[in-house]
């Protein structure tokens, strides 16, 4: 058997939380290199950015606005086969990509069904020119960018914060992919600046272990205040599954059938299932009744902030 095949392990991904909006799965069968070591969120950033070079992204060294304006020219140029002279930049940019009378919605649409924008020319004539290519896919450029800044409220359109912003993939230079690593909350990441960020399809939070998808379409009513109870709902109960270590798939059970008989359940064999293996090094209960109610008291007072919220986290079907 060569080394190749011997090496081979199957990796398995389980459910930890499943709604229409995201979905939250903890990866088993670890790396045995790096299964025990502590993983900071620059290391787990590295490793991340590392993957993507490997799998043909191109890394662009870029962290500011003006930077990502002037990139979504370049690759913007190179996949129409076109030059833009600066006037004609400048319209398009303001007008086609980043108009303030574009909503979220309305760079959604952009992006899946008005992907060809029409271009005025200095002379008159007209051009279309293309954010995606959906025929021919494989002219579409990818980029992955790390570390970019979002200004703050004393710069001119900035958020209510500066932030610094993870890991995001860039498809032909707009923001498409966005990926932020063991953070525990959901900024308003989105909406700073000119706005070229509201193109990002998908968001991705994850510390290693524990990965939530979210499309970001259907969480474009939380743009008043950054705030999604749905999306929120989804990350502290990955959070405390990742604390305490708990079985996803019997927390997701447990805390369905919560949301449904309408209380959490305290008594009985229930949250047992749900807790990590009792070390067997320990004396006999040593331990296990701290566990269990730390997580009955992290898990009342998450299904307390949601109980109003309606349906179980397994909402999807």
């Known amino acids: ?109 952009r992006i899946h069904e008005d992907h060809v924008q029409l271009l005025t020319r200095d002379d008159g004539s007209t051009k279309n020119v293309m954010l995606i290519d959906k025929v021919h896919i494989h002219n579409n450029r990818l980029q992955v960018i790390n570390q970019y800044e979002a200004p703050g409220p004393d710069a001119p359109g900035g958020g209510r914060h500066a932030k610094r912003y993870d890991v995001t993939v860039l498809v032909n230079g707009l923001p498409i992919v966005h990926i932020e690593l063991k953070r525990r909350g959901v900024e308003d990441i989105f909406w700073s600046g000119c706005g070229l960020f509201e193109y990002v399809q998908l968001f991705v939070i994850s510390n290693g272990t524990l990965t939530i998808l979210m499309l970001v379409e259907k969480h474009r009513a939380a743009r008043g205040d950054g705030e999604d109870k749905e999306m929120r709902r989804a990350i502290e109960l990955a959070q405390i599954v990742d604390d305490e270590s708990l079985k996803p798939a019997e927390t997701q059970a447990f805390v369905d059938m919560a949301f449904r008989d309408g209380a959490i359940s305290k008594t009985g064999t229930a949250v047992t299932r749900i807790l990590p293996p009792a070390s067997r090094f320990a004396g006999p209960g040593a331990g296990h009744a701290d566990t269990k109610r730390r997580v009955l008291e992290k898990l009342t007072h998450f299904f307390d902030r949601y109980v109003g919220l309606g349906g ?6």
């Open 312 to 317: 179980g986290i397994n909402s999807s079907t």
């Open 1 to 109: 058997m060569s080394d190749q095949i011997r090496h081979t392990r199957p990796v398995r991904y389980e459910p930890v939380a499943v709604s229409a909006d995201s979905t939250v799965v903890a990866e088993f069968v670890p790396d045995p290199a790096s299964a025990t070591a502590y993983q900071s969120e620059a290391d787990l950033e590295k490793a991340l950015v590392g993957q993507l070079k490997e799998q043909a992204y191109a890394y662009l060294p870029i962290t500011t606005e003006g930077q990502l304006i002037a990139n979504l020219r370049d690759q913007l140029e190179a996949l129409n086969g076109i030059r833009f002279s600066d006037a004609e930049w400048q319209r398009f940019f303001t007008e086609r990509i980043a108009s303030a009378n574009s909503s979220i919605v309305d760079k959604t649409v």
